[in-house]
């Protein structure tokens, strides 16, 4: 059951990044109506997919590395349209949705086995802990979209050459409040997902902090966000910077989340 | 009975120079110009335009020649001598009138083609006309028409997107930059004619609060009065900065006033809100160098004028499509029209038709004494349809577009066929 929803959730976002792409490029407002109504069905469709994992599991499904990363997808698709129905910036669709069809591909690739629950994450921890984190990054991937959509424009303005991005894409100010936006949400979300996550240690391994790779790495992700944050409401960091600091930052999201697990060893491997 | 004629006169920025315009513009509003005519003899149908840059004046007449000269008199006959206003004034008639009025009202007309701003003012003079109901069948359909005109020019081409003047560029790279213009400051650095016209597209867009810097003081204090703002010395230039968001800077300096090391001091007290700077003076006043700070942008007056040439050459592109529409629209509008022609004609036939039908149908009853109401009803049926039968080519004969005679002529015919036009009507009684 799951397995199909999943096949027709990635097909969904498929469909829905095509026409996005078909919006960008033409301007079409009838092709951008199609494919919001077609990415929020293939969102709608995930979480369908999502919980019917959940009861053939039997647990929360985001243990595999394929669940990992399609809950992940998941959450931007959802901290998307959560902020879509707040704000607008101009083709942001565009952008948020070939991010999230590249996280479905790499989850259509990954061994969709549902294993069974090792006993360490056997807690009401995991759920609060792991979900609280990839929400956080969801918010955090949306930064880095904005941060990139930023560069993009500002390179053209400041060239003074007007390409392909000038006209569809907003204004400076638009996207670099989209970046603040996105990191006043996803910080929070990310320091409390670390919160949890520590708990939670103390409890399965009687220590708060075990310096496992995972956590160095969360913890140095996290100081980027914190020095990105502190820098932009005490000197007014903004533009240029911001941007790029968020796409560092969220390429230190990534690492967290693949490099480590790949890389490294640590008390989080299982997760592989 | 043919349709009145459409007729339109009018200058505009093309044929006509300002200090003619100026005299002739409607200063005083519509409501006297709109009465006045009301007197002319003659016209059906009237509406009246007034902007910067055209007054036009668009009626619908049963005798175009003499009424064109009794409108000319009437609008322009005290402030124009007749020779100029045979010179500038042009005219167009019917089908011609119908295609320029849907181009002005698509913005094709317009100086800066593209520019939204002629709609408005074309539905404004409309309003005025509708509240003294000047405006008839014709006229209404027509205007109505041009508005629809306009609104699908601007949906299916992107001829307004652009911006096609350098002070228009600047407004719209503002835009781009700092998003909304609500609440943001504008400076002016010396006081020339492009700057001012510059900041007050940027007013016209929401910039609440222009400072202006200038070497004569006096100039300064005059310039800011006019836009609500307030003068300073160019000695403050620097110290300036941290409070405005776009500066137009214009001197005839010979060298640089600004460098980039002092945008760069004060980009700090700023807490980095970007800063715009726009350099319109020849030789320049910028540091190029300023450009490369982060959160400030600067263009001088060629890469202005670049924004522009690319703008350009996209719009001619647009306004190609964009006059297709309008050709499109102005023959449906025809085609509207010569229905109208037609329409009369086959009103009178049906209503002649129905009227035989009836006398017949009333005297056959008053014989018919014991027949059922379904008998009844199933008689008049009978006689509807012979009579819609035996109608049929003749009305097919007036609507169809395919035979060579004149529409004219077709009319005529069918009228006189059926004596339509007889003053004691068409056969009541054998």
Redesign the interface.
């Known amino acids: 059951m799951s397995y199909l929803l999943f096949q027709i959730t990635f097909a969904a976002y498929f469909l829905a990044t095509a026409a996005y792409i078909v919006f960008f490029v033409s301007q079409k407002r009838r092709v951008r109506i199609i494919a919001r109504t077609i990415f929020l069905v293939a969102a709608i469709l995930h979480t369908l997919n999502i919980l019917a994992r959940y009861l053939e599991a039997g647990h929360i499904p985001i243990t595999s590395y394929h669940e990992t990363v399609s809950f992940f997808a998941w959450s931007i698709a959802w901290s998307y349209l959560l902020f879509r129905w707040r704000y607008t910036i101009k083709n942001f669709g565009t952008f948020v949705s070939v991010l999230t069809l590249l996280l479905m591909f790499m989850a259509a690739m990954a061994s969709r086995e549902i294993l069974p629950l090792v006993p360490a994450l056997q807690s009401w921890w995991l759920p609060v802990h792991a979900s609280i984190a990839l929400v956080a990054d969801g918010f955090l991937a949306l930064a880095c979209i904005g941060g990139i959509m930023y560069l993009l424009?500002e390179r053209e303005?400041?060239r003074?050459r007007?390409g392909l991005f000038?006209?569809r894409l907003?204004?400076?100010?638009?996207l670099d409040?989209l970046n603040y936006q996105c990191l006043s949400v996803g910080f929070p979300l990310m320091t409390l997902g670390i919160i949890a996550g520590s708990i939670w240690a103390k409890q399965a391994w009687g220590s708060y902090w075990q310096w496992d790779p995972k956590e160095t790495w969360s913890l140095i992700t996290w100081l980027l966000y914190a020095a990105l944050v502190h820098q932009r409401f005490t000197?007014?960091?903004?533009?240029?910077?911001a941007a790029i600091m968020s796409i560092v930052a969220f390429l230190a999201v990534l690492f967290t989340l693949w490099g480590v697990t790949f890389l490294l060893q640590g008390v989080h491997t299982y997760a592989a | 009975m043919p349709h009145d004629s459409i007729v339109l006169l009018g200058v505009n920025h093309k044929t006509t120079p300002l200090e003619v315009r100026e005299k002739i513009a409607l200063s005083g509003g519509y409501d006297e110009p709109l009465a006045s005519l009301a007197s002319v003899d003659g016209l059906n149908e009237y509406y009246l335009l007034s902007t910067c840059n055209r007054v036009e004046v668009l009626f619908a007449t049963g005798d175009p020649e003499r009424t064109k000269g009794r409108v000319l008199d009437m609008l322009f006959g005290d402030t124009v001598t007749a020779e100029d206003a045979n010179h500038y004034v042009y005219c167009y008639e019917d089908e011609e009138a119908v295609r320029h009025l849907l181009m002005v009202a698509a913005s094709l007309d317009s100086m800066i083609v593209g520019e939204a701003q002629i709609l408005g003012q074309l539905k404004e003079a409309y309003r005025y006309a509708a509240q003294k109901r000047t405006c008839g069948l014709i006229l209404n359909r027509l205007l109505r028409k041009s508005f629809s005109v306009a609104k699908r020019v601007r949906t299916e081409t992107r001829i307004g997107?652009n911006a096609v003047s350098i002070s228009y560029a600047a407004v719209e790279?503002s835009?781009?930059?700092?998003?909304?213009l609500q609440g943001k400051a504008v400076m002016l650095v010396g006081a020339g004619e492009m700057a001012e016209l510059a900041a007050e597209h940027l007013v016209g867009q929401g910039v609440s609060d222009v400072v202006v810097a200038n070497r004569t003081l006096e100039r300064a204090v005059k310039l800011a009065r006019r836009f609500n703002g307030r003068a300073v010395s160019l000695e403050e230039l620097v110290g300036q900065l941290a409070a405005v968001d776009i500066i137009i800077s214009s001197t005839g300096s010979p060298g640089l006033i600004l460098n980039k090391d002092e945008v760069k001091s004060v980009m700090?007290e700023?807490?980095?809100?970007?800063l715009f700077f726009i350099d319109i003076a020849v030789p320049r006043d910028l540091d190029p160098g300023i450009?490369d700070l982060?959160?400030v942008?600067l263009?001088d007056i060629d890469?202005l004028q670049?924004?522009v040439e690319?703008n350009k050459a996209e719009r001619d592109v647009e306004a190609v499509k964009a006059e297709r529409i309008v050709a499109e629209e102005a023959l449906k509008f025809k085609c509207w029209l010569d229905n109208m022609e037609v329409t009369p004609t086959i009103i009178a036939l049906r209503k002649e038709a129905e009227h035989i039908c009836r006398a017949e149908l009333d005297k056959t009853f008053g014989r018919l004494k014991n027949i059922s109401p379904g008998d009844r009803r199933a008689i008049e049926k009978m006689a509807d349809s012979i009579v819609s039968k035996i109608l049929y080519h003749p009305m097919q004969f007036l609507k169809g577009g395919n035979t060579r005679l004149d529409r004219c002529e077709k009319i005529n015919t069918v009228r006189n066929l059926f004596r339509l036009d007889d003053d004691n009507g068409p056969i009541r009684e054998p």
């Open positions: 424009q303005i400041k003074k007007f000038y006209s907003p204004s400076l100010e638009a409040r000197v007014g960091w903004r533009g240029r910077r | 997107s790279l835009r781009k930059i700092f998003g909304q700090r700023r807490r980095n809100q970007p450009n982060d959160n942008y263009y890469d670049s924004v690319m």
